[in-house]
C-alpha cells in the first residue's frame, strides 16, 4: 500500500482551522471580558453621577412644594410631595421635618440590610437632604421651616446596574464570536484553504517523478510567504528529480563498470597457473595464493612451464583497481609471449617488457608501473642426485630463501632491475643472479602487500615476521607453509581493511 493510500484523515480537532478557532476563540473572549470589566467600571461610574444628578434635580423640583407644606403645616401637601417622591422605584425612605426636626410626612419600606459588594458600590450616594427656606430668593436666605430627607434603595440600584451590566456582558460575548468567525473564515480562506490545497498537491506526488508534481496555483499568493513557499518546494522537486536522475546514470554506470570489473576480474583468475599445471613442474613443489584488495588486483604472478624449465614471475602494479589490472594482464601476456618467442636472454626480455608496458601506459595516458622479478628455473640431475638452478632478474620485493638446514637467505632485488614502465629504456639497469638450490629448500616471493600489512596500531607485519614463519615450517610442503603466512597475516590484520593485494609463491626443491 502507498504512502497516499494508507495515510489517514486528519481529524476535525487536530486541524489547523479548529486549532486557529480555539485559539482566537480565547485570546477575543479574554479581550472581551477585559474590555467589558473596563466598560462595566465605566458604567458604574457613569450610573453613580447619573444617581446623584438626577436625585439633586429630583429634590429641587419638589423644594417649594416641600417648603410651603413644611411652612404652613399643610399635612395634605406634604403627603402629595412624599407619595411623588416615593414613586421613584430607587426611593426607599422620605421624610418632610418642620423647623423643630418633628415629621411632617413620611414614606417608607422596612430597613433591611444589603450586601457588602452592593454597600461598597452605592452605599455612599443613597442619602440625600435639603433644607427648606420660605422666603428665600435662589435657594438662599429666608426662614428655615423644616427639612427634607430621602434615602435610596441600594438592592435597586445594584439590581438596575446588574442588568445593565448583563447588556454590556452579552454585547460583549456577542462580539467575541463574530471577530473569532470573522477572523477564522478570514484566516481559512487566506491560509488554511491554500495550505490543504498544497498538502493534496504533495500527497499525489509520483515518488519516481517529483520534478512533474502537480504544483498548485493560489490567486493573491504569488509575492507572498505562501508563494514562496510553493517556489521553493517546486525547486525542491526539481532538485529531487535532478538528483534521481544523476543517481539512475550512476547506477546504470556502476554497474556497467561492475559488469566489466566482474569480467576483468575472472579474466585475470582465468591466466593464473592452474593446480594441474604447478602440479606438473618437473623439480619444484609449488604453492600459490592471491587476494586483491579491490575487485580487480595489481600484483601479477605466473609460472610457465616450458621445455627447458620453469619461468616464474613475479609483480606489482602500483596502486589497485581495474587499471591496475589492466597494466598486470597486459605483463603476463607480453611474458607469456617472450617465452613463446624462445628468448633466453633475460636482459633482452626485460627491455622488451618494459618497453611494451611503458608504450601502452604512455597511450593510456596512465602514471603505472610496476616492480617485476623473473626467475628461470631448470632441474639438474647429477651423481649427487636431483638439484635446482634459479636465475633471478628484475627489481621487486626481496626473495627469501630458507636451506633445509634452517639458514636462511634473503636476496635483495634492488640491483637487478628497475620498475617496469617507469622510463623509456632500462636495459642498463637490469642484471641476474644465480642461486643453487638443494633438496629441501625453500624460496619464497612475495608482494608488498604481505610485509606491509598493518594491525589496528598501524603496525607492520615486517619482513622479519614472514622470515621467521617460512623458517619454523621450511620441513612441511609448500601449500602448509603457504597457509601458516596467510593465516598469520590474517592474525595480524584482525579487523583492519585489507588495503593492498597479497600475493605469495613459495617454491620447494623437491
Known sequence: MSEQQSERPIPFTSGLTFRQATVTLVIVLLLGLLAGFVELVTDWRSMRGEIRQQTQSTLELVRGSATEAAYQFNDQLAGEVVDGLFANPNIRQVMLHDNFDGVIAERGEPERSAGPLVTRLFGDITDYRIELRHGATGGVGGELVGSLEIRLDEEAIASSFMERGLVIVLVGLVKALIISALVVLIFYFMITRPLLGLHSAINRIDPTRPGDWPRPRFRHHEKDELGQIV???????????????????????????????????????????????????QGLEIATYMEPADEVGGDYYDILNHADGVRIGIGDVTG????????????????????????ADIVRVMQVLNSTIYNNVQRMGSGKN??????????????????????????????????????????????????????EEMAQFVSELTLELEQGDVVVLYTDGITEAADETHRLYGEQRLVEVVREHCRESPEYIKQAIIDDVKRHIGTQTLYDDLTLVILKQR
Open 320 to 343: 589497485h583497481g581495474l587499471e591496475s589490472g589492466v597494466v598486470m594482464l597486459m605483463t603476463q601476456s607480453a611474458v607469456r609471449t617472450l617465452l613463446a618467442t624462445g628468448e
Open 370 to 423: 610496476l616492480t617485476l622479478a623473473l626467475l628461470d628455473y631448470k632441474p639438474v640431475i647429477d651423481a649427487a642426485g636431483q638439484r635446482g638452478q634459479l636465475r633471478i632478474s628484475g627489481q621487486h620485493e626481496t626473495v627469501i630463501v630458507v636451506r633445509r638446514d634452517g639458514a636462511v637467505e634473503v636476496i635483495d632485488t634492488d640491483e637487478l632491475g628497475f620498475p617496469i614502465g617507469l622510463v
Open 231 to 281: 517556489n521553493g518546494l517546486d525547486r525542491l522537486m526539481h532538485a529531487f528529480q535532478s538528483v534521481m536522475g544523476q543517481r539512475d546514470k550512476a547506477r546504470d554506470e556502476n554497474a556497467r563498470l561492475g559488469a566489466e570489473l566482474d569480467v576483468s576480474r575472472r579474466i585475470q583468475h582465468i591466466l593464473l597457473p592452474s593446480p594441474e599445471e604447478l602440479a606438473a613442474v
